[in-house]
């Protein structure tokens, strides 16, 4: 469903000229294209999984925010504009992000669910935040989260 929604939504982008888009919804099929031949050299057939291409989506939105930064440091706000627009794209494809006050309680609710206790746990509950938030969540903020409440 995912893969068909990114093939519709080119064609969308190409009718209505919209070059952005289409830019950003074709990089996304490349990586998208590149990770399911690496997927089926290790004997998985149909390429990755949804959650795994909610992870690509995370990854490119994060890899994005830090050339943005990059380029305001440089004051080239226009090509951080570009990295911003490319955003907006991506998150189109993403459901809805859970932030704030309620990652801190889908959290704590995993915590209790599988009963962590220590830091040492923090393995499993991140196993268990990405199986269940799977492209819902931002694990990197959702990570130190979880440290400080383990700690």
Do not use: C
């Not at 995912?2 to 969308?12: A, T, V």
């Amino acid at each position: 469903m995912l893969r068909q929604n990114l093939s519709d939504s080119l064609k969308k982008a190409l009718k209505a000229r919209e070059e952005g888009a289409v830019s950003t919804i074709r990089l996304i099929l490349a990586a998208l294209k590149d990770r399911d031949i690496a997927a089926r050299t290790k004997g998985q057939e149909d390429g990755i999984s949804d959650s795994d291409i909610y992870q690509l989506f995370n990854t490119m939105i994060r890899q994005r925010r830090e050339s943005i930064e990059l380029y305001k440091s440089g004051s080239r706000n226009d090509l951080a504009k570009k990295e911003e627009e490319e955003i907006e794209v991506i998150r189109r494809f993403l459901p809805t992000q859970i932030e704030g006050d309620e990652m801190q309680t889908a959290i704590e609710g995993v915590i209790k669910e599988i009963g962590a206790n220590t830091i040492k746990d923090m393995g499993r509950t991140m196993s268990a935040l990405k199986e269940k938030f799977s492209g819902q969540m931002d694990f990197s903020k959702a990570s130190g989260l979880v440290k400080d409440i383990l700690t």
